[in-house]
């Protein structure tokens, strides 16, 4: 595949976790892990970091990938995307995020083949559909509703869709409603990842702190597609912890 483009977005400073993509998993950083996932991918031409950050730029390149610096300017890993877009050639860049260490490679190739087969879509997605009742009242699991087309109508850190008769009368739902969370992967044509940066952003994105939803609240669709392996993000130092519990490390 030609000019597909896989981009990691790597920044040091994090509000909740900072430096968290460099904290080892077993032998490797949750930043290698996400690299080694990422190549698994049979869609990819090439695999970049993006960082602002020399101390990541030369972890990076400890393990031999390619490393595009960015601005310390960027507001979200979409916006660092954008500006390895402008610097290098490619037809389709593909976001892929620093902190899900075990990336299916299902999640970057089925939302690229879907952008593939399909010229109109802009921007695809994965999802994969939520197995534990703990992770509904997650904040940290992104929910995502679609229309009937698979367009995403919404992207939360609440429970979305709300299944108010069960609640209303007591009775146990989990199982008998189906609920999807996001996968960190973001699939772009170049010229609306270049626009997308120029987008201004609306009260949705930052009460949720979703860069998903500048897209959404801008008019423009994005297309998901679902997977049916998941996908772990760490967001706080307990994800980290209960991950090397559960035997990752």
């Known amino acids: 595949m030609k000019g597909i483009i896989g981009v990691i ?4 400073q994090s509000e909740r976790f900072c430096g968290k993509v460099l904290q080892k998993i077993g032998n490797i950083t949750i930043l290698e892990s996400v690299y080694q996932h990422a190549k698994k991918a049979k869609t990819l031409e090439k695999l970049i970091i993006a960082t602002d950050s020399e101390f990541i730029a030369n972890h990076a390149r400890s393990f031999g ?6 601005s310390s300017n960027c507001t979200c ?33 089925k939302p690229v083949a879907e952008m593939l087969k399909d010229k109109k879509i802009l921007c695809s997605t994965p999802v994969t559909k939520i197995r534990t009742e703990q992770e509904l009242y997650n904040p940290n699991i992104t929910k995502v509703v679609t229309d009937k087309n698979g367009f995403a109508l919404f992207f939360s ?27 960190g992967v ?16 609306g009260q949705l994105e ?5 860069e998903q939803l500048r897209i959404l609240e ?7 597609v679902v997977i049916s392996k998941d996908s772990i993000s760490i967001d706080t130092v307990e994800d980290l912890k209960r991950l090397k519990v559960a035997g990752h490390d």
Not at 218 to 224: E, L, P, R, T
């Open 9 to 12: 977005p790597a920044r040091y």
């Open 65 to 70: 990938a390619e490393v595009v610096f960015t």
């Open 77 to 109: 890993g979409s916006e660092r995307v954008a500006e390895v877009a402008e610097k290098i050639p490619g037809r389709i860049f593909v976001n892929i995020q620093a902190d899900e260490p075990f990336v299916p490679d299902e999640a970057i190739d």
């Open 157 to 183: 850190g609440s429970l979305i869709p709300f299944p108010r008769s069960y609640f209303n009368r007591d009775i146990p739902f989990f199982g008998k409603v189906e609920f999807f969370k996001h996968i």
């Open 186 to 201: 973001y699939v772009f044509r170049k010229n609306f990842i270049l626009k997308f940066k120029k987008l201004p952003s």
């Open 206 to 210: 930052k009460f949720e702190q979703l």
């Open 218 to 224: 801008n008019g423009y669709k994005i297309k998901v």
